[in-house]
């Protein structure tokens, strides 16, 4: 069949299905791609806007597997699709669910490889964390997740599938015959800070993002979409323009003699680098603020001289800033700041005109709070590593 062949209700000579691992999954394809790859597999170019259309509300608006379900398709198209593509989501190899009613997912991606999410629910919202790399390059010296070794980067496809199964496991597509469920869905925030750095993987993690905030599918608003970075200073700008997501950055430091050894990172680039970078940040504005994301680290970071220099560096821009209590695992180096220390340093912030929320530590049970994310696997592989 050549992409001119006519497409008809009536008699359609299909190719054999290919083996599954020889056709090509259609999550994580942006529109574009999508449309050239039905078009590649035999849908005519006039058909192709339209079926890009049909097909791409199937999987992310109604959260269809089979091509089978896809009612509103011919029966002999359908049966093109199936022979040309799959429609895959990885694969959730345990799940835990804590006291508090954190979720953590250990899922499966191609090359037996596995990565965890976890989703946090709370009165408000719902957040799933999702990760962007298998492992990690930063080595950032307080988290559990930097002492596993980058492996590879997440496809578009596994990262966007983390959102797929997890609306999965909580129920959240829509029933067959109604309407898409509104923004009072259990998922209703997502925030890259799982496992790696997402400015290493920039053009995957946009076109996952780009295909989450689509308006007919999963449909989040970038407002409920933030991305973390360690502070990947050339990305920072590009990110605005071209995910246009809300921005945190892991800053945990008001010194770089104590970010080098904090964030290795530092070393590339330094605070006033990455302060620069952020004050020119195209979406900064006071309804858009920054996070700044701070770990407390008793006798390490947690003075009232740090709150001071930290409100002063950030003067002029519209921010936030969390304070993380440092969730501690086996092996680390550093103790959690006492509460009085958090709420001193807290006190500073709030002074000096900043929101300083003081996160409640989620999912400690379960080794699923910011900072704890490794494989089983990699534990299992490096036991004294992760012990």
Known sequence: MTASAPIT??????????????????????????????????????????????????????G??????????????????????????????????????????LVRIAGGHEVETVYIPEEDRGTLCISSQVGCTLTCSFCHTGTQKLVRNLTA??????????????????EPGRAPKDETRLLSNIVLMGMGEPLYNFESV????????????????????????SGVVPEIARTAEEIGCMLAVSFHATTDEIRDRLVPINRKWNIAELLDALRAYPKLSNSERITFEYVMLDGV??????????????QGIPAKINLIPFNEWPGAPYR????????????????AGYASPIRTPRGEDIMAACGQLKSATERARNPRRAS
């Open 336 to 351: 959690r700041s006492s509460e009085a220390r958090i709420r001193a340093f807290a006190d500073v912030i709030y002074k």
């Open 157 to 174: 496809a596994e990262i966007v599938g983390q959102v797929m199964l997890a609306r999965d496991d909580l129920g959240e597509w829509p």
């Open 301 to 314: 970071n947690d003075s009232d001289a740090d709150a001071r220099r930290l409100v002063k560096l950030i």
């Open 64 to 105: 269809v597997r089979d091509f089978d379900a896809m009612t509103n398709l011919a029966k002999t198209y359908r049966a093109l699709l199936a022979a040309h593509f799959v429609i895959a989501v990885p694969e959730i190899v345990a799940r835990q669910v804590s006291e508090d009613g954190t979720r953590k997912y």
């Open 9 to 62: 209700q009536d008699v359609l000579t299909l190719p054999r299905n290919l083996p599954e691992e020889g056709r090509r999954n259609l999550v994580g394809l942006t529109r574009p791609e999508l449309r050239a790859a039905l078009v590649a597999a035999g849908t005519p170019e006039a058909q192709a806007k339209m079926r890009e259309n049909q097909i791409w509300q199937w999987i992310y608006q109604k």
């Open 206 to 229: 946009r076109d996952a993002m780009k295909i989450v905030m689509d308006g007919e599918g999963i449909s989040l608003s970038r407002r409920r979409i933030t991305l973390s970075t």
